[in-house]
């Protein structure tokens, strides 16, 4: 949201949920199998009030504007709770891990800047999957990042946003990243669908485009590199229509649902998944929170998943953990050491000085 915007990289969807101190973690992790996030975001930026929206398990209202006296600042979404992000980076860090691991999320994509990446990865050993896009698409900073994929500090490539730049995915200014994936074979990460709301202030100057959210622009792509694994956040909604119709050509294509899952009403985001489902493709869906700056979004996500009535306990699993396995290829021994017990223990003040 309020981070520095990079060329082709994603500013967040609006979420929304008010971060848990890591103090309050429960003595077990949520039961029902190990949990892969392919969508949590690294950065953050440090605010004096917290930001509110509202989330998808309570009626919403999404008010009319009148452009002329629209403001920046106008609300865009209307609920009777909404929920507050944290403010300091510290509360943020913390607080997504413990709800990470709280929820049983053992492998979590991490999107962000290569210089924020690094401080997740000490906080949390073995918890995350490195993912950042080019700071730019100049030879220096091509080569930079090559450099990341050859080392592995970069294992995805990831969000990559060119519909906030008002281009498509087959332009040819993304020519070298798609080779630089298909040479190393790094899966990529690419926004498609709902992204800003544009106030008439703002028209103007905001790049972002709707008509880029279809997932037809990829079919070029697939064709010129045919060896891409590609996984489509956000499933392109709301044009899942589109989004069928290219998981049926292209056998290789996943979709996350990350944001939609918890973000969008309930209802309509049910109705989404259930078209993909019944066209069959239960096994090329991939769980994703979108965790950008409320942590408790990562809770509420799965337990939209959980709690589909038309998902049987496989395609549960299959979504939520086994979509994900297969897609990053994780091995037979990373597999079973996801599926091994784990228990956190209630975290202990530290003792207070005794007064002289």
Wanted: aromatic share 8%; hydrophobic share 45%; proline share 8%.
């Amino acid at each position: 949201m309020d981070e520095p915007k990079r060329r082709f990289g994603f500013i967040p969807l609006l979420l929304i949920l008010t971060a848990i101190p890591a103090s309050t973690l429960a003595q077990k992790v949520r039961a029902g199998g190990p949990i892969i996030d392919m969508h949590v975001h690294a950065t953050f930026t440090e605010r004096r009030a917290p930001v509110a929206i509202c989330p998808g398990n309570q009626p919403l209202i999404y008010p009319a504007v009148d452009p002329v006296q629209a403001k920046k600042d106008a609300p865009v979404v209307i609920c009777d709770q909404p929920i507050l992000s944290p403010t300091r980076r510290v509360e943020f860090e913390s607080s997504t891990i413990a709800e990470l691991r709280r929820n049983g999320v053992r492998r979590a994509v991490l999107l962000g800047r290569l210089n924020d990446l690094p401080r997740w990865q000490m906080s949390a050993p073995g918890l995350f999957i490195s993912a950042s896009v080019p700071r730019a698409f100049t030879a220096a900073t091509i080569a930079e990042f090559e450099a990341q994929l050859v080392t592995g500090k970069v294992r995805v490539i990831g969000e990559l946003g060119p519909q906030y730049e008002g281009i498509r995915a087959d332009d040819p200014a993304i020519d070298e990243l798609w080779t630089l994936a298909e040479r190393y074979d790094v899966p990529v990460g690419i926004h498609l669908g709902e992204g800003v709301t544009i106030t008439a202030e703002e028209a103007r100057q905001n790049r972002y485009q709707v008509a880029l959210t279809s997932p037809f622009q990829l079919e070029p792509v697939l064709r010129k590199y045919p060896r891409l694994r590609i996984y489509v956040m956000h499933s392109a909604a709301p044009l899942i229509d589109q989004m069928v119709a290219m998981l049926f050509t292209y056998p290789g294509l996943y979709v996350d649902v990350a944001a939609n899952d918890w973000n969008v009403p309930r209802a309509q985001f049910y109705d989404q998944l259930k078209r993909m489902i019944d066209a069959g493709f239960s096994r090329r869906i991939l769980f994703g929170s979108d965790q950008t700056l409320w942590p408790q979004a990562i809770g509420l996500a799965i337990e939209t998943i959980e709690q589909a009535p038309f998902l049987s306990a496989a395609q549960k699993r299959d979504i939520l953990y086994n979509n994900a396995a297969r897609f990053l290829r994780l091995t037979d021994a990373e597999i079973a050491s996801d599926h091994a017990p784990l228990v956190l223990q209630r975290q202990r003040a530290e003792p207070k000085p005794r007064p002289k």
